[in-house]
């Protein structure tokens, strides 16, 4: 299923887009896509019972803003360097185990919201990123395979990364990851059965109809099932909680000087394969 949530910010309802592309009201049937749905079986058969007969109303899509399909969110938890291709292209060298930071809830918005260009900022950063939507509570995990058992589906994520912030005013990565809109999430929340491989997805971004990004999760260094595995070992995993498993190579910060970091006005687009696609235009704080 592909599920989203639609409406003016903070007032989102929940929504299905069915086969055929048509928006189809949820409001009926759950109060919000959360966590507490997406554990929830009996209510995730209730949503494609519904859909199977025909059952959930339209909704007239015509100038309906598309929000974050996930609400309330527990926590953001990013993995960084995990793409080959990407690592090789900022000189680093590929991680021993994952590399783990965080984004603040708060950082989403929805996937064609405005994204803000922080006060100060010289190095706003490009990031198409696969996210992980967990479904059932992961803590310990054992294999790879256990990891994938607890996703609930997948979602477009664009990693919004301010690269001074984040490498040149020390401490930790969390100041260049965590500046409001950091995050935009969607279109979709795409529940696992309609993304039978996740090391299959293509991912693309556009700066001003410019391709900058065109990698596969192939090049991921830890598989999403591993990311899972590894990260309960540390802390638990929550239905609603969101994983960001990285970015491929082309991002600003590995071009060559000058380098083409965003600036008000920009127009950057992304998509990943099956997961549906954003686009925002970047403006100042």
Not at 258 to 285: F, I
Request: net charge negative.
């Amino acid at each position: 299923m592909k599920l989203l949530r639609v409406g003016t910010a903070g007032r989102e309802r929940p929504a299905l887009l069915d086969p055929d592309g048509t928006l189809r009201d949820l409001s009926g049937l759950v109060a919000d896509i959360d966590g507490t749905l997406l554990a929830d079986e009996d209510a995730l058969g209730r949503i494609r019972s519904a859909a199977a007969a025909g059952d959930l109303p339209a909704l007239d899509a015509t100038g309906l803003r598309t929000g974050p399909p996930l609400a309330r969110i527990g926590k953001i938890v990013c993995i960084g360097l995990n793409y080959h291709d990407h690592a090789r292209e900022t000189g680093a060298e590929p991680p021993a185990e994952p590399v783990i930071f965080f984004k603040a809830p708060d950082t989403v918005v929805g996937p064609d919201d405005t994204v803000l260009i922080p006060r100060g900022s010289v190095k706003t950063d490009w990031e198409v990123e696969l996210a992980v939507v967990i479904g059932r509570t992961a803590r310990y995990l054992e294999s790879a395979e256990e990891g994938l058992a607890h996703v609930a589906g997948y979602a477009v994520a664009h990693d919004v990364s301010e690269r001074e912030f984040q490498t040149e005013r020390g401490g930790t990565w969390d100041k260049g990851k965590n500046c409001e809109t950091f995050n935009p999430l969607g279109p979709w929340l795409v529940t696992v059965d309609e993304v039978p491989d996740p090391q299959n997805l293509s991912l693309r971004l556009w700066v001003n109809g410019e391709l900058k990004q065109d990698g596969t999760t192939a090049e991921q260094i830890f598989p999403v099932g591993e990311v899972v595995r590894y990260v309960s070992r540390f802390m638990t995993l929550y239905p609603g909680d969101v994983v960001n498993t990285g970015t491929p190579a082309g991002v600003a910060m590995g071009r060559p000087e000058p380098k083409p970091y965003l600036r008000a006005g920009d127009v950057v687009e992304l998509e990943v394969t099956g997961l549906g696609r954003q686009r925002q235009v970047l403006a100042q704080a």
